[in-house]
C-alpha cells in the first residue's frame, strides 16, 4: 500500500479574520447554543400568539419580534418563566382555576378583591376597582415612566405611552393626548417625531395596550425613538438596537408585580399571613357547612358534627382542611358504577371463544 494513504487529512485552516455568527440579521456574540435554542421554538411560538390574539397578519408583522426575543434572552431563568406566563397570558386567574380544577363549580370565579359578579381574569386584573389593584397599576406607570425618563426617551413619547395605558386600565377607548411643553425643550406641532408616535399609538391600540403590558410593541415606537435621537445627537448607546430590549424587560418585570400584589392579597406577603389567610377561609367554610347541615344525610351528620362548632374551630389548620375535604367528598355525587361483568350481555361472543365445530 502506498505509504501516504495511511497519513490522516489534515484539519481545515480557517482564515485569520473574525467570524461573526448572524441569525436574521442579528449578530450572536455569545451563548450560541442557547440562542438557537430559542431561535428553534420562537416560530411556533409567535404563530401560536397570533392565533390566540386573533391578529391579522400585518399587525404580527409590525411588532418588534426582534426586541422581544432579546429582551427574553438577556433575562435570569425565574425572569423568563415569568415573562413566558405574562406573554401567553397563563396566569393562575380564578377563572382559570375554575377550568382546570375537577371541582371547578365549587370555585369562585369572580374576583373577591372587588367583591364583584365580574369574573376574575386577565384583563380584570388590571381593571380591578379595588384599592390594591388601582395601587398596584399607579406603580406600573409610575416604575414605566421612571425607566423611560432613565432611558432618555422624549417626554412626547412617554406621555403617549402612559396615556395609552391609563385609558386601557379605566375600559376606556385611547385617544392620542394633546402634547404639553416642557421648560427647556423645544416641542412644536411640526416636529417630525409627533406624526411618528401618532401612528405609534394607534397601531398599538390596534394591537392592544394590553399586548403592550405583554411586551408585544408597534415597530414605531423605536422608529420615533430613534428619529428622537437623531434630532438631539444623543450618543449611539441611547438607540432601540440598545434600549429597546431593556424597556421591554422593564414592562414585563412591571407587569409581574402587578401579579405579585394580586397574589399577596389572596395568599398573604408572608407565611405568617398565609397561614392567617388560611385559617380564616377555612373557619368561615366551616361555619357555613354548620348553618346548612340539612345538605348532608344522616349518616354524614353523625360523622362530620360530632364536634362542636367551637371545638372544631379550635383544631389545627390541617385538621380543618381534612375535614373539609372530608366535607367535599361526602357532598359530591358519587360516580356511576361500571356495568357487573358477571352479568350477560346480548354482544356476540368473539369468534376466538366461541366452541370449536368438529363436524
Not at 426582534?66 to 396566569?91: D, G, V
Not at 421648560?183 to 395596550?209: E, M
Request: charged fraction near 20%; charge should be neutral.
Amino acid at each position: 500500500t502506498c505509504p501516504l494513504c495511511s497519513i490522516p487529512p489534515s484539519p481545515p485552516k480557517f482564515p485569520s479574520t473574525i467570524a461573526t455568527v448572524m441569525h436574521q440579521g442579528t449578530p450572536i456574540y455569545s451563548g450560541l447554543n442557547k440562542y438557537f435554542l430559542y431561535a428553534t421554538y420562537d416560530s411556533a411560538a409567535r404563530d401560536k400568539l397570533i392565533s390566540k390574539n386573533h391578529w391579522t397578519q400585518p399587525q404580527a408583522d409590525s411588532i418588534c419580534w426582534e426586541y422581544y426575543c432579546r429582551a427574553i434572552y438577556q433575562m435570569s431563568p425565574e425572569h423568563r418563566h415569568h415573562s413566558t406566563r405574562i406573554t401567553h397570558r397563563l396566569w393562575p386567574t380564578n377563572t382559570v382555576q375554575a377550568k382546570r380544577s375537577k371541582h371547578g363549580n365549587r370555585i369562585e370565579k369572580r374576583c373577591q378583591r372587588c367583591n364583584s359578579t365580574s369574573p376574575e381574569d386577565w384583563t380584570h386584573t388590571f381593571r380591578c376597582p379595588s384599592i390594591s389593584s388601582l395601587l398596584a397599576n399607579e406603580t406600573l406607570l409610575s416604575t414605566l415612566q421612571t425607566h423611560m425618563k432613565t432611558l432618555q426617551f422624549s417626554t412626547p413619547m412617554i406621555q403617549v405611552i402612559i396615556t395609552g395605558l391609563t385609558a386601557w386600565f379605566q375600559t376606556e377607548s385611547p385617544a392620542f393626548p394633546t402634547i404639553t411643553n416642557t421648560p427647556g425643550l423645544s416641542i412644536s406641532n411640526s416636529d417630525p417625531i409627533l406624526p411618528l408616535l401618532q401612528q405609534a399609538f394607534h397601531a398599538q391600540s390596534q394591537i392592544g395596550w394590553d399586548s403592550f403590558l405583554r411586551g408585544h410593541l408597534n415597530t414605531l415606537w423605536f422608529t420615533a425613538h430613534d428619529k428622537w435621537c437623531d434630532y438631539r445627537d444623543l450618543k449611539s448607546t441611547q438607540y432601540s438596537t440598545n434600549v429597546a430590549p431593556r424597556f421591554i424587560k422593564y414592562i414585563l418585570l412591571a407587569t409581574f408585580q402587578v401579579w405579585k400584589t394580586r397574589n399577596e392579597y389572596y395568599h398573604g406577603a408572608t407565611i405568617e399571613e398565609n397561614i392567617d389567610l388560611r385559617t380564616r377561609d377555612a373557619d368561615a367554610s366551616i361555619q357555613a357547612h354548620y348553618s346548612s347541615k340539612q345538605k348532608f344525610t344522616d349518616s354524614d351528620i353523625s360523622s362530620l358534627f360530632a364536634l362542636e362548632l367551637h371545638d372544631l374551630l379550635d383544631k389545627p389548620l390541617r385538621y380543618k382542611q381534612n375535614w373539609l375535604d372530608l366535607c367535599s367528598s361526602c357532598l359530591t355525587p358519587p360516580e356511576p358504577l361500571p356495568d357487573d361483568p358477571t352479568q350477560p350481555t346480548n354482544a356476540p361472543l368473539h369468534p376466538f371463544f366461541q366452541p370449536f365445530n368438529h363436524s
